[in-house]
């Protein structure tokens, strides 16, 4: 159990994003909405900033190499080399700890060991 809470969750809203967050949204008890900006080759910068203003927790459901960069730029100030080693159906929780400032929490993928 991750202790996973959020009052939002977006997806790009292909397919499989979209399916996984209607998993997720429905555990957390949150509606998902699909939100332009995720697919794999977009920008990340738009979202990273998002994420940067917000004051609240949000789950992203979306696709590599966009999450891999994300992450990457929020935890280290730069896109690549990748921060964090992503596998299909995992899942990784940030924590902003100020301006700017990120920590990694936890990861969780399907073949991690325990």
């Not at 397919?15 to 949150?30: F, K, N, P, S, V």
């Not at 738009?46 to 966009?66: K, S, T």
């Not at 960069?69 to 159906?89: H, I």
């Not at 924590?95 to 929490?105: A, D, N, T």
Request: aromatic share 6%; glycine share 10%; with cysteine.
């Amino acid at each position: 159990h991750y202790g996973v809470s959020a009052r939002e969750m977006i997806h790009s809203g292909k397919a499989r994003a979209e399916q996984t967050a209607d998993i997720l949204g429905e555990a957390l008890g949150i509606r998902p909405r699909a939100t332009a900006g995720l697919d794999p080759l977009d920008p990340v910068r738009p979202i990273a900033a998002e994420c940067n203003e917000r004051a609240d927790d949000l789950v992203i459901v979306g696709h590599m190499p966009f999450l891999g960069r994300l992450a990457t730029l929020l935890l280290a100030g730069r896109e690549d080399p990748p921060a964090v080693a992503f596998q299909r159906g995992g899942m990784v929780c940030l924590e902003r700890r100020g301006p700017g400032e990120w920590i990694l929490l936890w990861t969780h993928f399907p073949r991690q060991p325990r």
